[in-house]
């Protein structure tokens, strides 16, 4: 919230949410002009995907993160379809497949697509269970805390870094969605970054760091 506040410099009169869903866990908060209204915690994230690959496709830590960063979610056009596809083989991913399963090529192409299948639908089952919770958290702080519907969902975290995964928690939530760059108002060598990977990344760090700035910042 400090990030979002003095690093992109935000004073949201209607309510936003920011969501960073890291590696163990995904925070949601809700702020509204400067103050935190709302926050919950979740113990699914990043690593409940990498782990839920592990024991479902029988890999070690290692290649189930390699597999999860490799696919991510798909999509059959990536310009039409809001529908993601758990159909499609992407022939670049086949040499990825046999180190991953230790197959040599001329396997057959029902097994690889039944690996990339379902590396996608772990991907999708998982972010499907973090957006519900997102939704639960947006209509009690509608309905229970403020009247005031939250206007828009800012995404930060190693996870959003996932193919396609602004797209299909968009895809989910009806509030629009967008990847936090909480530096756009900030100078020095982390502007040359791509706004995505340092959004993504780097959120937690800028929000702790301006503290020795702000004191303890947003109430
Ligand atoms: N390109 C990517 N695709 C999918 N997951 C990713 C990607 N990049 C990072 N991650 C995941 O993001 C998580 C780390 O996010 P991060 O915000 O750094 O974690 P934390 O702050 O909780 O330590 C890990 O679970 C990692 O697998
Ligand atoms: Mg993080």
Known sequence: MNAVHYGAEM???SPIALVDIGSAVTNIAIM?????????????????????????LGLDEKSAENAKIEHGISY??????????????????????????????????????????????????????????????????????????VEKVYLTGGTVCMKNAQRYIQTLLDTPTEILDPFSKVGGSIASLEPMLRG???TTSLGLAMRSHIGEGVS
């Open 11 to 13: 004073t949201p009169d």
């Open 32 to 56: 509204k002009g400067d103050t935190t209204r709302f926050t919950r915690d979740l113990s699914t994230a990043g690593s409940t995907i990498t782990r839920a690959i592990m024991s479902e």
């Open 76 to 149: 059959e056009s990536e310009t039409s379809s809001d529908e993601p596809e758990m159909m499609t083989l992407s022939q670049s991913n086949l040499p990825d497949i046999f180190q991953l399963t230790g197959m040599e090529g001329g396997v057959e192409e029902e097994a690889q697509d039944s690996i990339d299948q379902r590396v996608h639908a772990i991907c999708m089952q998982f972010l499907g269970e973090i957006v519900s919770e997102i939704k639960r958290c947006l209509l009690f702080y509608e309905n229970q805390l403020d009247g005031q519907p």
């Open 200 to 202: 993504a990344t780097y």
